[in-house]
Structure formats: structure tokens, C-alpha cells
């Protein structure tokens, strides 16, 4: 499957502005099988273990780099490198129509905290072309996955003018999403999606979110995506 | 620097596509040794009748009916005979139709993957008479339906409901498998494609949408001639395209 997609969504995390971005839809199947459910906020990941109900496997999640002259508001804070974080995920179809999932990274790159993404999506077909999904979302991080982007040292004081803050993990964020889909034939799909969330913590409670950003990160997406198939002899 | 990393490139890719054209040969080779072939059919035992979408609390709980008397599997076998026999020379084998429609993939993928073909052990063990230059086991495919966890295999009915509408689909899904009667390595394999884009759940298989008469929920599923009249035609309709699709017999 390839498609083009766009997304609205804030500079940074914890950031008051926004901006549109275009994003790539990219994925393979094995031959035999057909798409399942995917949340927008999903990392990439391959189920190793699969008894149709549930589900598990490695996960891994980019992050791009922080870099403070793409934004006024990070100045004198310095760059955060790109982090790639790799771990696991299970989730779990009690019904057809209900999805939980979690997902567990570490840091291998960037920083070197653990990241725990939890979600849940009522999934209700409408019609057989229209699928609308919504449900829950919360995100705990550790102090090394928070402090890269939300401490102020001494140095990022003097030279940003914010007050130093030792940012420390626990919950992160907590939030809501929806995602509609239509499929206009078999091969050709539209979607949407909205990503609330809201900041928490030592995250909400960083000078760079009260006094230059905010709490709440709101993220619109639209995409179009085309499903072929390739034979390969 | 440059010129060294595009020499590598370049040599790169001409192995992979050399490669590509030994593994091409290989298979095509093979089957032009192949004289004589058996064939083998496990998919018609069973048939499973599902729901998915907005099921009920019970969850994904799918039930299944013997269809055993409606004789697809020595249907399969003879329409595959008529299909191969102006390429090949086909001859009866006898084998434990049980014993291949139990195998299962493991839930642990990576599992599937080391422990080669669930099949060949099989072959070489419940198929008489040995010796033949290839034989051919047609069984039981499996896919995901709808979006959610659902699983659906070889041939079934599946009732998909959503908010304003139920609808229902009948599925064959079926794969191919061709073995060296010599070594039992598989030369050529492919699952049953999907005939048209009419459905609206996409299948990667046989599968057409039909009305609540073709229900195994109402009666003795067996006795449902619609359901049977419907399924048969499935196979018969894809079974011809698969087998020219693999190059084993003549495009129809």
C-alpha cells in the first residue's frame, strides 16, 4: 500500500503553534492476508505473535531532531538529537470492535529513557465502506525520555532566559483520538484522523510549555492511500 | 570515494538480479522436468460460518459444519486433473485427507519461518504411491476479515455488521503447493486469488457477497444448496486461474 497524507500538528511537543507537514503511507503485507485496524498514533511494528485476539511483536518509534533555530521559541535551549527508540507491543481484541494496545520503547539513540504508550479504539463499521474509530490514550515516559525536551539546565537558563527546571518522568500525557476511514473501491482509501492530548507532569509544568507553549497538542491528519498487489515468481 | 561506491552499487545489483533469474530458472526448470504429478486436496471438510464487525460480547467465537459430503475435495482433484492433464500426466494418490487439513501455522510467526513447510513431512509420509516427479496439495488457506481480529480459513460464511446494515460473504480460500517428488522442496506455491473487485470486505481470496438464503445458520448447512451451488462455483471458477497463473496449466 502507498498513499500521501498531511499533518497539522504542533511544532514541537509542547508547542502553542502548529504546522502542516506531508507524511508518506507506506506498507507491505504478506500475500494472504488483508488490513487490520491502525491507529494513527501506532509505531511501526510486525506482529511476531499472532492469535488473531491478540497480538505482540517488536515496535520501534523515529523521533526527528529538536533544533532551536527552526523555532523562536527554543532559542538558547540548544538542539535535541533525533531518538529512535525501539521495544515492544501487545495488543488485545477482546471484541471485534475493541482494540487495546501498549507499547514499551527504550532509547538506543538520542536519549535513553522508556517511553510506555497505552491506547484503546472502539472500531465501528458504519457501513461496510465507512469505519470510524475513537478511543483513550495515555503515555508515561521516565526522566531520561522527558528531561531532553522539557529540562532546562543552567546553561539553557542563562542563555534562553527560562528558569532552570529539572524535569523529571511519570505521567506524560494523557488524551483522546478519532480517525474516520472510507474506502472509495478496493484500492483507493481516504482517511482522517484528530489527536488530542494533554500534556502532564513535569512535561506541562516546563517553563518552555507555560510561558512559551501549551499543555494542549492537538494533531489533524488527511490521507489517501492505494492497496495493489505484486507477484513476485 | 564516489566512483568505488558506485562500482559496489552496480555490482550489487547485478547480483540480485542475477539472483533473481537463477531463482526464476529454478522453479521454471523444475516444472519442465516434471512429468507425472499427483494431487492432493484437503480443503473441502469443513465449512466455518463467522461474524465480525459489531459482533455481539461473545467475541469472535466462529462455529463449524461438516460439508464432507458435498465431495469438494475429489471436485477440486478432478477439475485440477481435466485443468493439468494436456501438460502433465496425472495419476490417482491415495492420502490421509485428516492429516492435511490439521495442519495449522504456529501463532509464533517467526516459528512458521524456521520450521519450513508444514506439508512436506506429510507428503512424503501419507502419500501412495511414492515416486511420482511432483505432487500437488491444494489446502486450506487463511486471512484476516474486516478490521478487526477476525480470522477466517478455507471455506466459510461471514456474516460482517455494521451500524446501519449486515452483510454476507462466502469465501474459498485456497493455496497451491508444488512439491519435488524427489526432494519434497516446495518448487512452486500460490494461494487463490481474488476472481473481482465486486465485494466490499477485500479478501486475498475467492469470495463473492450473497444474501441470508445462503446462510448455514438457517437449516443443515450440508442441505443448503445455494450455499453448496455458490461455494462449488468459487472453486471451480478460480481453480483454473490459479493453475495458469502458476504455469501449470493452459490460461483458460
Redesign the interface.
Given at each position: 500500500m502507498v498513499g500521501i497524507g498531511g499533518e497539522y500538528k504542533p511544532d514541537f511537543e509542547g508547542a502553542n503553534r502548529a504546522m502542516l507537514s506531508p507524511i508518506p503511507i507506506f506498507a507491505i503485507r504478506r500475500?494472504?492476508?488483508?488490513?487490520?485496524?491502525r491507529g494513527p498514533r501506532d509505531s511501526p511494528s510486525?506482529?511476531?505473535?499472532?492469535?488473531?485476539?491478540l497480538?505482540a511483536?517488536p515496535v520501534a518509534k523515529f523521533e526527528a531532531a529538536r533544533k532551536q533555530f527552526n523555532y523562536s521559541e527554543l532559542n538558547g535551549l540548544g538542539d535535541v538529537k533525533a531518538a529512535v527508540e525501539l521495544g515492544g507491543f501487545v495488543e488485545y481484541?477482546?471484541?471485534?470492535?475493541f482494540?487495546t494496545r501498549v507499547e514499551l520503547r527504550e532509547g538506543v539513540v538520542g536519549h535513553n529513557g522508556t517511553v510506555a504508550d497505552f491506547s484503546a479504539d472502539f472500531?465501528?463499521?458504519?457501513?461496510?465502506?465507512l469505519?470510524i474509530s475513537a478511543g483513550p490514550r495515555f503515555t508515561w515516559e521516565s526522566t531520561q525520555a522527558t528531561s531532553p525536551y522539557f529540562g532546562i539546565d543552567a546553561v539553557q537558563a542563562m542563555t534562553s532566559g527560562l528558569p532552570l527546571f529539572n524535569a523529571k518522568g511519570g505521567a506524560h500525557s494523557y488524551g483522546a483520538g478519532t480517525q474516520v476511514s472510507y474506502?472509495i473501491?478496493?484500492?483507493w482509501e481516504v482517511h482522517s484522523y484528530v489527536e488530542y492530548e494533554r500534556l502532564l507532569g513535569d512535561a506541562a509544568a516546563s517553563p518552555l510549555v507555560t510561558l512559551r507553549g501549551s499543555p494542549n497538542q492537538t494533531t489533524f491528519g488527511i490521507g489517501f492511500s492505494y492497496?495493489f498487489?505484486v507477484?513476485i515468481? | 570515494m564516489r566512483s568505488r561506491c558506485v562500482s559496489f552499487a552496480t555490482i550489487l545489483l547485478v547480483a540480485v538480479s542475477v539472483g533473481g533469474c537463477a531463482m526464476f530458472e529454478t522453479g521454471q526448470t523444475k516444472l519442465q522436468a516434471v512429468k507425472t504429478v499427483g494431487i492432493i486436496s484437503a480443503v473441502g471438510g469443513e465449512l466455518s460460518f463467522a461474524t465480525a464487525g459489531l459482533t455481539g460480547l461473545n467475541g469472535n467465537a466462529s462455529q463449524s459444519f461438516p460439508i464432507a459430503a458435498w465431495g469438494l475435495d475429489d471436485l477440486i482433484v478432478q477439475q485440477a486433473t481435466t485443468a493439468l492433464n494436456g501438460r502433465f500426466q496425472v495419476q490417482p494418490v491415495s492420502y490421509n485427507r485428516a492429516a492435511f487439513a490439521a495442519v495449522k501455522d504456529s501463532p509464533v510467526t517467526p516459528v512458521n519461518l524456521v520450521r519450513g513447510d508444514p506439508f512436506k513431512k506429510l507428503v512424503q509420509t501419507e502419500v501412495s504411491p511414492q515416486g511420482l516427479d511432483a505432487y500437488i496439495v491444494i489446502t486450506k488457506a487463511k486471512s484476516n476479515f474486516g478490521r478487526g481480529a477476525g480470522k477466517i480459513e478455507g471455506i466459510g460464511f461471514v456474516t460482517y455488521r455494521t451500524v446501519l446494515a449486515s452483510y454476507n460473504q462466502i469465501h474459498a480460500l485456497y493455496e497451491i503447493r508444488v512439491f519435488d517428488g524427489k526432494t519434497f522442496d516446495v518448487i512452486e506455491k500460490r494461494s487463490a486469488p481474488a476472481l473481482d473487485d465486486a465485494v466490499e470486505i477485500r479478501l486475498p481470496g475467492p469470495t463473492r457477497q450473497v444474501d441470508d438464503s445462503y446462510s448455514p445458520g438457517r437449516g443443515e448447512p450440508v442441505r443448503n444448496e445455494n450455499l453448496h451451488r455458490a461455494i462449488t462455483d468459487l472453486i471451480v471458477r478460480s481453480l483454473s486461474t490459479t493453475l495458469s497463473d502458476m504455469h501449470l496449466a493452459d490460461a483458460r
Open positions: 500475500a494472504g492476508s488483508s488490513e487490520q485496524f510486525i506482529a511476531f505473535l499472532d492469535f488473531g485476539d497480538r511483536g481484541y477482546p471484541v471485534d470492535w482494540r472500531i465501528v463499521p458504519v457501513i461496510q465502506r469505519t474506502r473501491n478496493p484500492q492497496s498487489d507477484k515468481r | -
